[in-house]
């Protein structure tokens, strides 16, 4: 499941810097790799404990992660709507994207010239909140002038479509981001082939000095003022620390070095796992000798999707499900002990999967 974070932000805010650390948070989680697909495309992976306490009671051959991407979008500036600085060509990437990781600069620095002249988090936001708006303003504007053209005909689901892209319309153009328009599930389906970039969930990051990774600041504050009505979460992460962090040899060297700045663990391993929970996914496991791996599935898979992830045969051909509750498995140290406890169910189609389930796949095709 190829799943995409963009991140986004105005030059020298740190953006850049941020995903270069991503580079090395094979370091973060114990080995595990990074590898660059594209220039700016990165595969990531998600630290998650629980694969290596079911590895330590296998013990298989190999242990698989899983992952997300992360798009380096080039700097945005003024105009991007409207093509300058490339900013079609950027804009399109985030269209691409299923979340968008917005750095904002939180920290003065005299060596650092910021693109404005000042440091002012809300007025960067607010830069590139308007030229995605004004990119979806003129992506609405397209699909209505067709829909009120047959509207006005007396087609009944052209007369909805109408009122719901006028509703979104009127909405951006008041400077809202389309994610905090009050909509239906019927309303967002009428909008859902326009891929609105205001509308993907979004993480905003605030990139702050040393001083202030534990506690935030001022900037901090008027960043978590301005988006409180987003339902977005903000996360406070010092890219200088995190490139630091990223020229240490060993785990432990950077474990020490957090514990150092009183902190448990990394802003890029926060980084990650704030972008997994962005993307509303989970995890499942599947575990024998020959690997123990972790599969990402959107919360709410019942279990013929998520044995889909693993291959489409299975879910075409899905009989049941063998599943183990994490804390289960954790406690009586095996699949057989499981299973002579009773704590091994066999599970239908309609099953709901959770987060931290160990499960094998009955399927025939």
């Known amino acids: 499941m190829a799943l995409q974070c963009g991140i986004v932000g105005l030059p020298n805010v740190g953006k850049s810097t941020l995903f270069n650390c991503l580079s090395n948070a094979k370091a973060q989680a114990a080995n595990f790799p990074f590898c660059t697909i594209e220039p700016n495309v990165g595969v990531i992976t998600v630290p998650d404990d629980r694969l290596n306490k079911i590895s330590a009671i296998v013990k298989p051959n190999r242990i698989v992660p899983t992952t997300i991407e992360i798009v380096d979008i080039a700097g945005l500036v003024k105009g991007a709507s409207k093509g300058e600085g490339l900013g079609n060509q950027f804009l399109?990437?985030?269209?691409?994207?299923?979340?968008?990781?917005?750095?904002?600069?939180?920290?003065?620095?005299?060596?650092i010239i910021h693109v404005d002249g000042s440091v002012n988090p809300i007025r960067d936001k607010n830069v590139i909140d308007t030229e995605l708006q004004l990119k979806d303003i003129d992506s609405i504007e397209k699909k209505l002038s067709k829909v009120a053209r047959a509207a006005k005909t007396g087609d009944k689901e052209a007369t909805k479509g109408e009122a719901v892209l006028t509703k979104f319309k009127n909405h951006l153009e008041d400077g809202k981001n389309a994610r905090t328009c009050m909509a239906t599930e019927e309303e967002l389906k009428q909008i859902e082939d326009l891929c609105l970039l205001t509308l993907k969930p979004v993480l905003y990051v605030c990139n702050v000095d040393e001083a202030s990774v534990v506690n935030g600041n001022a900037y901090v504050d008027k960043v978590k003022e301005s988006v409180k009505n987003e339902n977005s979460e903000v996360l406070v992460i010092s890219a200088a620390i995190e490139a630091d962090i990223a020229q240490l040899e060993s785990y432990d060297d950077r474990k020490d070095f957090l514990s150092d700045l009183g902190l448990e663990e990394s802003g890029v391993a926060k980084l990650i796992n704030a972008a997994y929970r962005l993307l509303n996914l989970i995890t499942y496991f599947t575990a024998g000798v020959q690997e123990v791996r972790a599969w990402t599935i959107h919360n709410g898979f019942k279990a013929p999707q998520a044995a889909g992830v693993i291959h489409t045969d299975f879910e075409r051909g899905f009989i049941k499900a063998e599943v183990i509750h994490l804390t289960d498995y954790l406690h009586y140290g095996s699949e057989s002990a499981c299973r002579d406890a009773g704590k091994l169910c066999m599970e239908g189609k309609e099953y709901l999967v959770h987060d931290g389930d160990v499960m094998h796949f009955k399927f025939n095709v």
């Open 92 to 111: 399109g990437n985030i269209r691409e994207t299923d979340a968008i990781i917005h750095v904002l600069r939180c920290f003065e620095d005299d060596n």
